[in-house]
């Protein structure tokens, strides 16, 4: 099996296992990460956005699925599809957000990280009327980002 496919696979597997540490492991130190709420996060940053979304998670880990699928790797590039089952701690709605990612490979690392998913849908699940009534809109969209950006500098104080 290729090395790249078998590092989305344990990252894959580590997260299922609530294991933020195995996962920051698959990563390049300069590793840049890109998501729809997560936008241009670089090296530390991206390890400490999953140990923080991983320490909501084990709050309630009986409420956590994380199935994977579709995972393909070269020696430069990789792909796959995730599915992730939770509820939004900020609401308490529950999500099942079906996301696609790309990877990069550098030293046997992932270098580069971009997931996509449909944020509009994403946000009806984890907001509801508000969700539905202002999820689609850019402003809404920099609203999330501006509060996650919040959330992942203050992980980031708190445990350095």
Not at 26 to 47: I, T
Not at 70 to 78: I, V
Not at 79 to 105: C, D, M, P, Q
């Amino acid at each position: 099996m290729n090395p790249n496919l078998e590092r989305i696979q344990k990252f894959y597997t580590c997260f299922q296992q609530l294991d933020a540490e195995g996962m920051k492991a698959c990563y390049h130190p300069e590793v840049k990460f890109s998501d729809p709420a997560f936008p241009d996060l670089k090296g530390k940053e991206v390890g400490a956005m999953w140990a923080m979304l991983i320490d909501t998670l084990k709050k309630n880990p009986g409420d956590w699925k994380l199935e994977f699928s579709n995972l393909q790797a070269d020696d430069k590039t990789g792909a796959g599809r995730w599915e992730a089952h939770y509820t939004f701690s900020l609401t308490g709605r529950k999500v099942h957000n079906i996301i696609y990612a790309e990877f990069e490979f550098k030293d046997g690392k992932i270098i580069a990280h971009n997931d996509s998913f449909d944020f509009y849908r994403w946000a009806r699940m984890a907001f509801g009327t508000t969700g539905i009534l202002l999820g689609w809109t850019p402003f809404f969209r920099k609203k999330v980002q501006a509060t996650t950006r919040k959330r992942l500098d203050g992980f980031l104080k708190r445990t350095e």
